[in-house]
């Protein structure tokens, strides 16, 4: 079935879109696979797929054996918010983890996924960052087994939660996280499994006066030196028309650069990735050993991505900026998705507990936010969704961007930015002819109605509607732009 296209404010979507998640049933499976779940901090679209110099063999060998999204997304583009998303299958303004705060009282009683797969047979470890609370690194309701730490932990010899005993570790955190995630697949039996590895690479080593370094492995300090790095027409880029970050700007955090990260610290993030595909290599081992790889959903994520210099930003985040939200997603899972393939279908993180929960044969809540992508790995779907929402509650950690909390609507096409405290400097981009976000159409050269259309839409998500099937009515413009 091909999506039909047309000239209009917005793109309708022509293909089988599924009913609200209240109405998702779960399928009944003979065999239940096994799950391991890689999710990592900060890293960018762009960052793992098609980049021009970056080794990660293990990767692409996940990404040539199964699927790589080409429109996958964060709709909460700040640490334990998109945590939670991915977990919960809900957007923050449900789940209630809306910030960075401490939110550890209110992580241990939100339903996870996980918590879902292991009430319904799964044996299930975590293993690394749960920043869902900065002091409580205590075992979380949903997991046999639990490899934590404080907050956002050290890269060396760190101290370590394992299954409600502090311990002291040594080496480097990605091959400690990866030691556990392997022993405890090395233990399975006919009992299904979830391993879920969150690793704290490539977030920054975070050190008193607002330092921050990426420390690389051992052995990886020089990989890539001299190789150029490329520069989007964003990089640096004009903020004319953006009011929000217009505003005066204090270059002396040294966080928030002028002009952006140096180049010597997005090549240490970049370094800091071949420890991550040492560490899948070895997943995928244990995997062949045990004659399991196959029977095996294999997932890449991430939470978020990262400024390198777009529009002036550094490590701000939060923002919804593609370079922010547009993360990669990896599914290698042979029995129902095919090899090499690049689903186009607009997707988010808040989609894939039920997409985990679906495959895992596990009763599927009917208070989520998110919708099932089973269809979209078997083909039998080529889209499951119009838009989704994208929120940020304003904090006080980036000077910068203070007083930016946002909801936010992207389409297929269309990204609004609607703030919640700045008055008179909303941003809309027509991503199709504008996909680096340099124009904003407001306030007054926006195809009529537009925006307002697009507001109620975020208004009706927030009130916890289901939008699909009611496409957006519109009026037909002849202009070229549109």
Same mark, same amino acid.
């Given at each position: ?102 939110? +550890? ?27 869902? =609370? ?59 499994? /979830? ?5 704290? +690479? ?23 030196? =001299? ?45 800091? /990735? ?30 978020? =991505? ?22 990669? /997603? ?123 259309? /697009? ?28």
């Amino acid at each position: 079935m091909k999506i039909k296209r047309i000239v209009a404010p917005v793109l309708l979507v022509a293909a089988v879109v599924l009913s609200a998640c209240g109405d998702q049933q779960a399928p009944d499976t003979e065999s239940r696979p096994n799950i391991v779940f890689v999710l990592l901090d900060d890293v960018r679209y762009d960052d793992i797929i098609d980049h021009p110099f970056i080794e990660l063999p293990n990767i692409q060998r996940l990404a040539n054996e199964g699927a790589s999204f080409r429109q996958f997304f964060t709709s909460a583009p700040l640490c334990s918010p998109s945590r939670a998303v991915f977990m919960t299958g809900q957007y923050p303004h449900r789940n209630g983890i809306v910030d960075n705060g401490e939110r +550890a009282e209110q992580s241990h009683r939100i339903v996870t996924f996980p918590k879902l797969l292991q009430d319904s047979g799964y044996r299930t470890g975590f293993f690394g960052k749960w920043h869902m =609370g900065h002091a409580d690194d205590s075992p979380r309701p949903g997991f046999d087994r639990w490899v934590s730490f404080v907050g956002q932990g050290v890269y060396l010899d760190p101290e370590m939660n394992i299954d409600g005993v502090t311990s002291h570790a040594s080496g480097y955190m990605t091959d400690i996280l990866t030691d556990h995630a392997v022993s405890f697949i090395d233990e399975a039996d006919e009992t299904p499994f /979830l391993a879920f590895i969150a690793h704290k +690479a490539s977030h920054p080593e975070i050190h008193p006066n607002y330092v921050r370094t990426f420390p690389p492995a051992a052995g990886d300090e020089d990989l890539y030196t =001299g190789e150029p790095l490329n520069r989007s027409p964003s990089w640096q880029a004009s903020t004319a028309g953006k009011p929000a970050l217009e505003r005066p700007v204090d270059y002396s955090d040294p966080r928030s650069p002028e002009g952006g990260l140096p180049d010597d610290i997005i090549l240490n993030r970049l370094r800091m /990735l071949s420890a991550v595909d040492r560490g899948l290599g070895r997943l995928i081992d244990i995997l062949e050993t045990k004659q399991l790889l196959d029977d095996t959903v294999f997932v890449v994520t991430s939470d978020q =991505g990262f400024f390198y210099g777009e529009f002036g930003l550094a490590q701000e985040r939060r923002l919804a900026y593609e370079p922010s939200i547009h993360i990669p /997603l990896i599914i290698r899972y042979p029995e129902k998705v095919s090899a090499g393939t690049h689903p186009d279908a607009l997707v988010s993180n808040v989609d894939i507990a039920p997409t985990m929960m679906a495959l895992g044969g596990a009763k599927i809540p009917d208070d989520l936010d998110g919708y099932s992508m089973a269809p979209l790995l078997d083909g039998s779907a080529l889209q499951i969704r119009e838009d989704f929402l994208i929120e940020y509650y304003s904090d006080e950690v980036f000077p910068r961007i203070q007083n930016m909390g946002y909801q936010a609507l992207r389409t297929g096409r269309y990204k609004y930015i609607r703030y919640s405290e700045l008055k008179d400097m909303d941003e809309l981009y027509d991503l199709e002819s504008d996909p680096y976000e340099l124009d904003n159409l407001l306030p007054n050269r926006a195809p009529s109605g537009l925006a307002e259309q /697009l507001a109620a839409r975020i208004n009706a998500q927030d009130r916890g509607a289901s939008l699909q099937n009611k496409p957006i009515h519109h009026q037909v413009s002849n202009s070229p732009s549109n």
